[in-house]
C-alpha cells in the first residue's frame, strides 16, 4: 500500500476498492480449470470460489458493482453470480492473482494465521451448512456463506495490516483476559466488527448475508446456526478441551434440539475428553 490507511472510513473505502488477494489453492484450481474453459461449469468454479473467503468476497463484491439494471434480486450465492455473470467474465475479470502467499511471503507468522483463519471459516461453514440440512432449513446455502465470510474483516486486515493483526494477537496471547474488542480499539482505533458492517454497507453485499453474518439478531434460527458454528470453529481451534465447548454443545443441542451428547457425537467431540 502506497499509504496505509488510518482511521475506519479510510480503511472501509481502501477495502472496498482493493485488488484482493485469493489463496494459492484456489488460484491453481482456477487456472486448471480455465485450460479447459469450454467444460467448465458454474458448479465447478463455485466449488472452488465456496473455500476461499477472500475470493467469495471479491465475486461477491464484483456482482454488486456490476448489477445489471432490471435485476430485481440480490445475488446471495457464489454460484448464481457466477452464472449471471458468466464463465468468461470470470475468468477476464476475476482473475485469481495476486496470491495471498505472495503478499505475505515476508511475513510466515501472519501468513500462518491468515491460513489458520481460513481453515476456520470452513469448517464454520461446514457446520453450519450441515445443521441447515438438519433444520430443514430453505437457506441453507445462503447460511453456509455467511459462516465462511462471518470474520471478513480479519481476513482482509490480516492480509493488509499483518503488523497491527500480529500484535493484537500476542497481546491477547500474553493475557487471556483481553477481549478481542478492546485491543483492536487500542491498536486501530476501532473494532473490526465496525470496519465489517461498514464494508458490507458500502460493498453493499446482500442484506440477507449482512444480516446473517451479524449476531446481534442472533435470536432467529438461522443467524444462531452462523453464530454457533463459528463459536464451536473458534473453540474447538484451540482442541477439544478447550474451556469453552461445553457451553457450546448446550447451545448447539438447543438449536438441533437433541441432547448434548447427541450433538457432541455430530460435531466429532470425543466424550472421554470434554465431558462435564
Known amino acids: 500500500m502506497a499509504s496505509t490507511p488510518h482511521d475506519l472510513p479510510s480503511w472501509v473505502d481502501f477495502l472496498s476498492h482493493a485488488e484482493i488477494p485469493v489463496l494459492k489453492h484456489s488460484a491453481r484450481e482456477i487456472n486448471h480449470l480455465q485450460a479447459d474453459e469450454e467444460a467448465v461449469t458454474a458448479r465447478g468454479l463455485t466449488n472452488i470460489v465456496n473455500h476461499d473467503p477472500l475470493m467469495a468476497f471479491r465475486v461477491l463484491?464484483?456482482?454488486?458493482?456490476?448489477?445489471?439494471?432490471?435485476?430485481?434480486q440480490d445475488l446471495v450465492l457464489v454460484e448464481q453470480a457466477i452464472m449471471m455473470m458468466g464463465i468468461t467474465t470470470f475468468f477476464r475479470d476475476l482473475a485469481p492473482q495476486p496470491l495471498v502467499e505472495a503478499v505475505l511471503k515476508t511475513n510466515l507468522p501472519?501468513?500462518?494465521?491468515?491460513?489458520?483463519?481460513?481453515?476456520?471459516?470452513?469448517?464454520?461453514?461446514?457446520?453450519a451448512f450441515e445443521w441447515g440440512v438438519m433444520l430443514r432449513d430453505l437457506h441453507v446455502d445462503e447460511v453456509r456463506v455467511a459462516a465462511l465470510l462471518h470474520d471478513l474483516a480479519e481476513v482482509l486486515m490480516w492480509c493488509f495490516a499483518p503488523e497491527q493483526m500480529t500484535l493484537i494477537h500476542d497481546k491477547q496471547l500474553a493475557d487471556k483476559n483481553l477481549r478481542s474488542h478492546q485491543v483492536q480499539q487500542e491498536v486501530f482505533g476501532f473494532k473490526l466488527s465496525d470496519l465489517q458492517l461498514r464494508l458490507i454497507e458500502v460493498c453493499q453485499l446482500p442484506p440477507l448475508l449482512a444480516k446473517l453474518m451479524n449476531d446481534s439478531t442472533c435470536s432467529e434460527q438461522q443467524v444462531k446456526n452462523v453464530a454457533l458454528a463459528v463459536n464451536l470453529a473458534r473453540h474447538s481451534a484451540n482442541g477439544w478441551q478447550d474451556a469453552a465447548l461445553p457451553d457450546d454443545y448446550r447451545d448447539i443441542a438447543d438449536l438441533l434440539?437433541?441432547?448434548?451428547?447427541?450433538?457432541m457425537q455430530i460435531v466429532g467431540a470425543k466424550p472421554e475428553i470434554t465431558a462435564v
Open 110 to 127: 501472519a501468513l500462518t494465521q491468515l491460513l489458520r483463519l481460513i481453515n476456520r471459516a470452513n469448517r464454520a461453514a461446514h457446520y
Open 61 to 72: 463484491r464484483y456482482m454488486q458493482n456490476h448489477k445489471r439494471k432490471n435485476q430485481l
Open 257 to 263: 434440539r437433541i441432547d448434548t451428547a447427541k450433538a
